[in-house]
């Protein structure tokens, strides 16, 4: 799989992942990408307070783990902002560095939005769930 990382100086301000997720991802390889993208220091762009702590909680979740996009905006103190939340989501270009295919919908069965569009979240998702299964 081909990611391009983007630096300003020495942090880390975007990951660029192709249009469509490989087929020969696995789970132990995405494991191994996030957590050395999630160890870089990273450079949010100029934007508002609010997108700043989403990104930040989004940050924080866990490899394997979701949270809705309402439990995330409750986390961060603003529980009627489950929209605002999933725009912020939207314009991160830290993907996977903050995994935000990791906010999903409350809805049964729809996993919500995503940069690149829902065929790599549902990959995404499945990626970790067969990594933390592994072991």
Not at 98 to 104: D, E, G, K, S, Y
Not at 112 to 130: H, P
Request: aromatic residues 6%.
């Amino acid at each position: 799989m081909k990611v391009r990382l983007v630096f300003e100086q020495d942090r880390l301000v975007a990951v660029k992942l192709p249009k469509r997720p490989p087929q020969n991802l696995t789970p132990d390889a995405l494991r191994y990408l996030a957590q050395s993208l999630a160890a870089m220091p990273l450079a949010f762009p100029q934007t508002t307070a609010f997108r700043r702590r989403v990104w930040e909680a989004v940050a924080r979740i866990p490899f394997g783990q979701t949270l809705t996009y309402g439990q995330l905006a409750a986390q961060i103190g603003h529980p009627g902002a489950v929209r605002a939340v999933g725009g912020a989501c939207a314009a991160n270009r830290l993907l996977l560095a903050v995994p935000c295919h990791r906010v999903v919908s409350a809805a049964k069965g729809d996993v919500g939005g995503f940069a690149l569009g829902q065929e790599w979240k549902r990959t995404l998702l499945a990626l970790e769930a067969a990594a933390l299964a592994q072991g």
